[in-house]
Nanobody
Framework: VQLVESGGGLVQPGGSLRLSCAAS????????MSWYRRAPGKERELVAG????????NYADSVKGRFTISRDNRKNTVYLQMNSLKPEDTAVYFC??????????WGQGTQVTVSS
């Protein structure tokens, strides 16, 4: 199993970024997928999750209305569109197979920094 994130970077408050996670080594369309983040000095938290066919999505209260999770099962990729970014969104973002953090498969992470 391999999960490779991309799309992180430095953005000003109010800006947007789109994270991608390319998956391989398993039947992508059979699994829910999620994005987590870990900010400096804080615990890892679930940001958004999507079911295997993309029909149900859930979000942390802190990102509702600003972030959108989606997936393309033809490309084995899950995305996180992040709009209206705030400094408190600064974190390392991780792609994860499944929704529960108990799962073993994580990407290496991509840094998102929101700063002027």
């Amino acid at each position: 199993v391999q999960l490779v994130e991309s799309g992180g970077g430095l953005v000003q408050p109010g800006g947007s970024l789109r994270l991608s996670c390319a998956a391989s080594g398993f039947t992508f369309s059979s699994y829910s997928m999620s994005w987590y983040r870990r900010a400096p000095g804080k615990e890892r938290e679930l940001v958004a999750g999507v079911t295997s066919v993309g029909d149900i999505r859930n979000y942390a209260d802190s990102v509702k209305g600003r972030f959108t999770i989606s997936r393309d099962n033809r490309k084995n990729t899950v995305y996180l569109q992040m709009n209206s970014l705030k400094p408190e969104d600064t974190a390392v973002y991780f792609c994860h197979r499944g929704i529960s953090s108990a799962g073993n498969y994580w990407g290496q992470g991509t840094q998102v920094t929101v700063s002027s």
